[in-house]
């Protein structure tokens, strides 16, 4: 966020605008910031405040933007193969399919993302798809409205074993596996999740596969490592230090002693909260992971969105903050609730997921600028691959840009007054409606 906008947007705040002033950051009668300073020092200090938000309060040293080659071989593979649209040799089109394991929010989000970067690589005409449409709704409406020379989105071809309904996936896994295999009408097929992921991470099927949406691809064995995918027909986003950074920098901000997180107690839902890299955080930080059980397998929709506002609750209590994280139960009919019990307790929250969190009440969370960079980077490897490159000689590793999303409202009912270098690094600060702790 630029100072002048900090300034503006903070200055009715009392609080904060004597913090400044104090620090002499913030001159009496002004509209800007650093006026008793010249134009040498100005510079400094806006360069030395930039550098130390990016690199000492966020913990992270990694490029940006967002995009960092594992290794020399890879990035020259990836160099090696044009972005550029082209139809398949026979002239036709390419065919793209999906499939998910159930109804999440953050999968619609991502898919978009990936359409957007698609235009903006050539491959498609812009669209503007419209906002509260099911999965069911946004494919076909890629399907019947996208405008393309060289893809299309196919109808059919969406495969999802119910919403998260394990007595289904068998299933579901046997059929699209089954049309990969004999009637081989797809050229690429899009797997939002870990049980879709996991489900086409296999010997079985040649078709291009492309994972996203996945909280840790490595340890819920859908790649083998972050280097490589394992299987040639397999690329997946994978981001080592994504979930480890993000508490790093939580704990760095409010030194909390005990962290609050909400599981389902399965592999996947250990791997959609990222609990392993939370404990090893823990474990290298030195402060305790309170966890909360609340399951979203084969459970009705109303049931997992109450055991999950009761977990969250229940930690409001327990924990000193609270790592929001990836689950069914937290979704834009309960994070309200969620929110406001957080806000009850005076309980620092960190969304695991992103800036749509925190612009519904959770305090804080890494930006993602609306999952810009995460559907180039697919749309890039997709690109590649219909111009011959190989899934798996292609880069897996992706970083997000250094950036933080602060919702103000909830910090200033927590009582929490943001460090001026927080304020700096934030790419989006918003206000939520009003909520009273």
């Known amino acids: 966020m630029h100072h002048n906008q ?3 947007f903070l200055g009715e705040d009392l609080t904060i605008r004597e913090g400044l002033w104090s620090a002499g950051l913030w001159p009496a009668g002004h509209g800007i910031l650093f006026t008793s300073a010249g134009a040498a020092r100005r510079h400094m200090l806006k360069s030395t405040l930039l550098a130390t938000a990016a690199v000492l309060c966020l913990g992270i040293t990694h490029p940006s933007p967002a995009i960092a080659l594992p290794d020399q071989q890879l990035a020259a593979n990836a160099a090696t193969w044009p972005v550029t649209p082209k139809l ?40 503007d798809i419209p906002a509260g449409l099911d999965p069911f709704q946004t494919w076909q409406w890629l399907a019947t409205r996208v405008d393309s020379r060289f893809i299309e989105f196919v109808a059919d071809a969406r495969y999802a074993p119910g919403n998260f309904d394990a007595s289904k996936r068998t299933k579901t896994r046997a059929e699209l596996i089954g049309r990969l295999k004999e009637r081989r009408d797809l050229d690429l097929v899009l797997a939002l999740g870990t049980w879709a992921g996991q489900d086409l991470a296999t010997s079985e099927v040649t078709v291009p596969v492309i994972v996203a949406s996945t909280s840790d691809p490595v340890g819920s064995k859908i790649v083998a490592s972050a280097e490589d995918s394992g299987f040639d027909h397999l690329n997946a986003k994978v981001e080592p230090t994504r979930y480890h950074d993000q508490v790093e920098l939580f704990w760095n901000t409010f030194g909390f002693k005990r962290l609050g997180v909400v599981y389902e107690d399965s592999t996947e839902g250990r791997s959609f909260a990222a609990l392993p890299a939370v404990e090893a955080a823990a474990r290298e930080l030195g402060f305790e992971v309170v966890g909360c059980k609340a399951p ?4 009705a929709q ?70 810009l960079y995460v559907g180039r980077f697919h749309a890039e490897t997709i690109a590649r691959i219909f111009n011959g490159a190989r899934p798996r000689s292609l880069p897996q590793i992706w970083q997000a840009p250094a950036q933080i999303a602060l919702n103000y409202t909830t910090a200033k009912a927590i009582g929490y007054v943001p460090p001026f270098d927080i304020l700096v690094a934030s790419d989006e600060i918003v206000r939520s409606p009003a909520t009273t702790p």
């Open 302 to 371: 109303a049931v997992v969105d109450q055991a999950a506002i009761a977990c969250y609750r229940d930690l409001a209590v327990k924990a000193d903050a609270v790592y929001v994280t990836v689950h069914r139960g937290v979704n834009a009919a309960t994070l309200p609730a969620i929110s406001q019990a957080l806000i009850t307790g005076r309980i620092p929250s960190f969304s695991m997921l992103g800036e749509t969190e925190v612009r519904a009440g959770v305090l804080m969370s890494v930006a993602q600028s609306n999952y």
């Open 6 to 8: 900090i300034v503006s």
């Open 296 to 299: 979203f397998s084969n459970t």
């Open 88 to 127: 398949k040799e026979d002239g036709t089109k390419w065919r793209i399919g999906y499939y998910e394991g159930g109804q999440y929010a953050d999968y619609v989000v991502i898919l978009k993302s990936i359409v957007n970067g698609l235009a903006a690589l050539g491959w498609l005409k812009g669209v």
